[in-house]
C-alpha cells in the first residue's frame, strides 16, 4: 500500500499519539471478552448462583453505555482527554488486579460497573481523537483503531483458558453430577438469560478451587503499559502539571491539516492561534441541547439517527451473535456436538479481527460509504442464506465466518463516513458510540428473553409428549 505524502507526513507528526490511541482500545478489547469464559469460576469464587454471577454481566454493559455517553465530557481539551484515558485504562489494569480479591457477587459487580465506566469512555474518546487528528483521512486509522480492540478480545480467552477449572470448582457431594455439564454451561451463558441453564445444579458451598486469579494477574501486567504510554504522551506535551514548562502542546486538527500545506502555512498562521475550539463532539447530554438544534435542517437529524441506527443493529448482532451461536447450534435442528459448536465464537471473533484487519488497507482505496454498503448488504444477505440453509451444519461455519468479516469494519466505516457528511461539526462520535452500545445491551436482552421463552416453551410440549406416552402405554 502507497500512501500519499500527505497522509504519510500527517500520520508521521501524529505517531506517538496514534499508536497511543490505538493501545488504550487494546485494553478495552482486553476487558470486553474475559467475562465469558471465566464466569464459572468467577461464580465459585464468588459462591453464587449462575442467575445471580450472570448479572455481572448487565453492570459491565450498562455502564459501559454510561461511559460511552458521558466520554464526550472529556474532549474539551487535550488534556482532558488524555487524563481521561490515563485514568481509564490504569483501572482496568486495577480492575483485573483485585478481581481475584472479590469474594462477593456484589463487590465483583461494582468493580465490573468500574470497568464498564471505564471502557465507554476509552471507547468514545480515543474515536473522537483520532477523528480530530485526520478528519477526511481517518478511515484507515479507525479500521487500525478497531482492530486492535479484536486483537484484545481474541487474546483475553486465549490468556485465561489455560487457568479455567476442567471440573467443578466447588468440591462438595454434588461435584461429580455437575462436572461432566461444565463445558456446555460454560459455552452456553447467555448475558441476563441464565434461565435455561436452570436445571443445571451447581453447589454454591463448599472448598474453592480455582487457578482463574493467575489469568487476571497476567492480563493486568499486560495491559500495565498502555496508561505508562498515555502518561509519556501526557509527558511529551507538557500537560503533566509538575514537569510543565511551557512547551506547547500538540496542535489541532485544523493546525495539522495547514501544516501539511507549505504553501498556505504562513498565510494562515496567525489567524489558526486566534481560531476557536471546534464546537462539535460534545457529550450526549451536551448535544441533547435545543441550543445545537437551532437552524439545522432536517438531514442534520437524519445523518445521527441513520447511523446511530445502523451501529445499533451491527454492534448489536456482535453482541447477540457470539452470545447465542453455540446455543442455537446444540440445539434442535442441527444438534451440533458440544465440543464442535464451541468453535464457532472463535471463528466469529477471528474473521472480525481478519476483515479489521484486511479493512486497513481496503479503506485508503475505498470510500467509507462503498465499504458502509457492502457491509449492510453482506449481512442482509448471509442473514437470509442462513434461514435459507437453516438445518445445514456446513453453512452455519461458513454463514458465521462471512458474518464475522462483513460486520468486522462497519463501526469504523459508518463513523467516518458520517463524520464526514457532517463536516466534523456534530455529536456523531457520540450519538454513533452511544447507539452501538445501546444496540449490544438491548438486541441481547430482546434475543434472550425470546430463546429462553423458546426453550420454556419446548421443554412444556415434551413433558406434555412424555405425559400423553405414558397413559397411552397406561
Known amino acids: 500500500m502507497v500512501w500519499d505524502e500527505r497522509v504519510a507526513a500527517l500520520f508521521r507528526r501524529n505517531l506517538q499519539p496514534t499508536l497511543t490511541y490505538w493501545s488504550v482500545f ?37 455502564c459501559l453505555l454510561l461511559g460511552s455517553c458521558l466520554g464526550g465530557v472529556f474532549k474539551r481539551t487535550l488534556s482532558q482527554s488524555l487524563v481521561a484515558l490515563f485514568a481509564s485504562s490504569l483501572a482496568i489494569s486495577v480492575v483485573f488486579a483485585i478481581i481475584p480479591l472479590c469474594h462477593n457477587v456484589v463487590v465483583l459487580a461494582v468493580v465490573m460497573a468500574m470497568a464498564g465506566l471505564a471502557m465507554g469512555c476509552i471507547d468514545t474518546i480515543s474515536n473522537m481523537q483520532l477523528v480530530k487528528i485526520y478528519q477526511k483521512d481517518s478511515a484507515i486509522f479507525l479500521q487500525a483503531l478497531h482492530f486492535f480492540v479484536g486483537f484484545g478480545a481474541l487474546l483475553s480467552p486465549l490468556i485465561a483458558d489455560p487457568f479455567l477449572s476442567d471440573t467443578n470448582c466447588i468440591l462438595s457431594n454434588s461435584t461429580l453430577n455437575a462436572t461432566s455439564n461444565l463445558p456446555h454451561i460454560r459455552k452456553s451463558l447467555v448475558p441476563h438469560h441464565p434461565g435455561n441453564l436452570s436445571y443445571y445444579e451447581l453447589p454454591m458451598k463448599g472448598m474453592v478451587v480455582t487457578r482463574v486469579s493467575y489469568a487476571f494477574w497476567i492480563m493486568a501486567l499486560i495491559n500495565l503499559p498502555v496508561p505508562i504510554a498515555v502518561f509519556f504522551l501526557l509527558y511529551k506535551e507538557r500537560l503533566v502539571p509538575c514537569f510543565n514548562n511551557g512547551r506547547r502542546p500538540l496542535l489541532s486538527a485544523d ?174 462520535t457520540t450519538v454513533l458510540v452511544t447507539g452501538a452500545a445501546i444496540g449490544e445491551m438491548v438486541l441481547q436482552l430482546l434475543v434472550g428473553s425470546v430463546i429462553t421463552r423458546v426453550c420454556q416453551v419446548v421443554k412444556q410440549e415434551y413433558q406434555f409428549t412424555l405425559y400423553l406416552v405414558q397413559i397411552g402405554l397406561g
Open 255 to 428: 493546525e495539522l491539516a495547514m501544516e501539511t500545506q507549505p504553501a498556505e502555512k504562513d498565510n494562515h498562521s496567525g489567524a489558526l492561534q486566534r481560531a476557536p475550539p471546534d464546537r462539535g463532539h460534545d457529550d450526549l447530554l451536551s448535544c441533547c441541547q435545543s441550543k445545537n438544534f437551532r437552524g439545522a435542517p432536517y438531514s442534520y437529524f437524519a445523518v445521527h439517527v441513520a447511523g446511530a441506527l445502523v451501529l445499533f443493529m451491527s454492534d448489536g448482532i456482535i453482541g447477540e451473535y457470539s452470545g447465542f451461536v453455540y446455543s442455537y447450534a446444540v440445539e434442535e435442528p442441527l444438534s451440533v456436538v458440544h465440543k464442535v459448536a464451541g468453535y464457532l465464537p472463535s471463528l466469529f471473533w477471528g474473521f472480525i479481527t481478519l476483515g479489521r484487519l484486511i479493512s486497513i488497507p481496503v479503506s485508503y482505496r475505498m470510500k467509507p460509504a462503498t465499504m458502509v454498503s457492502i457491509n449492510v448488504v453482506g449481512v442482509l444477505v448471509t442473514f437470509l442464506l442462513l434461514l435459507i440453509f437453516s438445518y445445514s451444519v456446513v453453512f452455519l461455519f461458513v454463514g458465521t465466518a462471512c458474518l464475522g468479516l462483513f460486520l468486522s469494519s462497519t463501526f469504523p466505516s459508518m463513523l467516518a463516513y458520517t463524520e464526514d457528511i457532517l463536516q466534523y461539526k456534530g455529536c456523531a
Open 26 to 62: 487494546f485494553s478495552f478489547g482486553l476487558c470486553i471478552a474475559f467475562l465469558g469464559p471465566t464466569l464459572l469460576d468467577l461464580r465459585c469464587q464468588t459462591q453464587s448462583s449462575l442467575s445471580q454471577i450472570t448479572w455481572v454481566f448487565f453492570s459491565q454493559q450498562f
